[in-house]
C-alpha cells in the first residue's frame, strides 16, 4: 500500500516560504496522481494543488495560484508543495494525497499531515 508522510511544516511570518515534503514510506508513487489539500481550524478540508502523473500538469485552486507550486522528485518518490508569500489564512493542516484521478483530483490515500502556521 501507499504511506504517506508530510514534513515541512511549521511557523512562518507572513510574507514568507515553505516547502513541504511528502514522501511514500511504503510502495512507489508512480502512476499516482499527486495533490495536496489543506484543513483550518473549524473547517472543512479544501484541495489547494494537484499534478498529473502522466503529463507532469499542475492546477490549483484560485486562493493559492501564483503562491503556490506542487512539484515532483520521481528519483526520492517524493511530492513537493512550495508555498511563497504565506497569509495567515494559509494556516492550516497540510495533506499529502495520492489518488488514481486527476481532474478532478480524487484521493485513494492520504498522509497525516503536517502543520502550517503563518503569524501576522
Known amino acids: 500500500q501507499v504511506q504517506l508522510v508530510e514534513s515541512g511544516g511549521g511557523l512562518v511570518q507572513a510574507g514568507g516560504s515553505l516547502r513541504l515534503s511528502c514522501a511514500s514510506s511504503?510502495?512507489?508513487?508512480?502512476?499516482?496522481?499527486m495533490g495536496w489539500f489543506r484543513q483550518a481550524p473549524g473547517k472543512e478540508r479544501e484541495f489547494v494543488a494537484a499534478?498529473?502523473?502522466?503529463?507532469?500538469?499542475?492546477y490549483s485552486a484560485d486562493s493559492v495560484k501564483g503562491r503556490f507550486t506542487i512539484s515532483r522528485d520521481n528519483a526520492k518518490n517524493t511530492v513537493y508543495l512550495q508555498m511563497n508569500s504565506l497569509k495567515p489564512e494559509d494556516t492550516a493542516v497540510y495533506y499529502c494525497?495520492?489518488?488514481?484521478?486527476?481532474?478532478?483530483?480524487?484521493?485513494?490515500?492520504w498522509g497525516q499531515g503536517t502543520q502550517v502556521t503563518v503569524s501576522s
Open positions: 499534478r498529473s502523473w502522466r503529463s507532469g500538469s499542475t
Open positions: 511504503g510502495r512507489t508513487l508512480s502512476g499516482y496522481h
Open positions: 494525497a495520492a489518488g488514481s484521478s486527476y481532474r478532478p483530483f480524487s484521493s485513494d490515500y
